[in-house]
């Protein structure tokens, strides 16, 4: 085993046990549609994720949410997590990059923005004044959102169409069909999901474009 392999491996069990105390609780390399690879499974039970592709190269498996889906989902799951690393150079890299400050500014600033534009409105101003600071702070928001909407649905759009690509058009389908039918997510999860996460349709679409 190569040093490098080695520490990503070894960086891979550090970050699960951030994700949920157990650690990564098995190893395997898993198989689909002619891709192998190593995955390392965690029993994420606060963890919204049903997998990652991590910033080590490796990927994570969430027992939680795959533990009663069926092996349609879990490869779906994979072959998306392998689709990240076949994104070009500068889109991995702008992703490892951006992604985390950018999701850490939104978080903060946004909070702060709400707040401050309350305490305005609290004030009592004018409405010309009131309209003037609500464009103000809405264009603020926009600024620290958009980009960070922009490279995280162009990250995982690649992956999805990566998948896409892998699999067929009809077993992509089939593959939503049944992540469909076996979601079950919270209200904010599906705004963060709609927000950030293309839909398969668009997928479709962009794929027969570039036929």
Same mark, same amino acid.
Do not use: C
């Given at each position: 085993?190569? !040093? ?8 891979? &069990? $550090?970050? !699960?046990? #951030?994700?949920?105390?157990? =650690? ?6 898993? @198989? ?5 690879? &190593?995955?390392?499974?965690?029993? =994420?039970?606060?963890? +919204?994720? !049903?997998? @990652?592709?991590?910033?080590? =190269?490796? $990927?994570? #498996? ?10 349609? $989902? /879990? *490869? ?16 991995? /890299? ?16 946004? +909070?702060?923005?709400?707040? @401050?534009?309350?305490?305005? %409105? ?7 004044? %009131?309209?003037?600071?609500?464009? !103000? ?9 958009? +980009? ?21 058009? *009809? $077993?992509? &389908? ?11 997510? =919270? ?7 709609? /927000?950030?996460?293309?839909? +398969?349709? @668009? ?9």
């Amino acid at each position: 085993m190569q !040093a490098t392999e080695w520490l990503s491996i070894v960086f891979t &069990r $550090i970050y !699960a046990r #951030l994700i949920d105390r157990g =650690g990564v609780t098995n190893e395997e390399f898993y @198989q689909a549609h002619g891709e192998k690879k &190593r995955v390392f499974w965690v029993n =994420g039970k606060n963890w +919204p994720m !049903a997998g @990652q592709y991590t910033l080590f =190269g490796t $990927i994570l #498996l969430n027992e939680t949410k795959l533990d009663n889906v069926s092996e349609n $989902i /879990v *490869d779906y799951v994979f072959l998306h997590e392998i689709g990240h690393s076949k994104a070009p150079t500068l889109l991995g /890299v702008t992703s490892v990059l951006l992604r985390v400050p950018l999701l850490l500014f939104a978080v903060i600033g946004i +909070p702060v923005l709400i707040g @401050q534009w309350l305490i305005f %409105l609290f004030s009592i101003p004018g409405l010309n004044s %009131l309209m003037i600071k609500s464009l !103000a702070y809405f264009i603020l928001v926009l600024i620290l959102v958009g +980009p960070l909407v922009i490279i995280w649905r162009l990250d995982e759009g690649h992956a999805e169409f990566w998948v896409i690509s892998k699999v067929g058009e *009809d $077993i992509y &389908r089939n593959f939503h069909e049944e992540i469909k039918e076996n979601r079950n997510k =919270g209200y904010i999860m599906k705004i963060f999901h709609k /927000v950030f996460y293309p839909k +398969p349709n @668009q997928i479709i679409w962009f794929k027969h474009i570039m036929k």
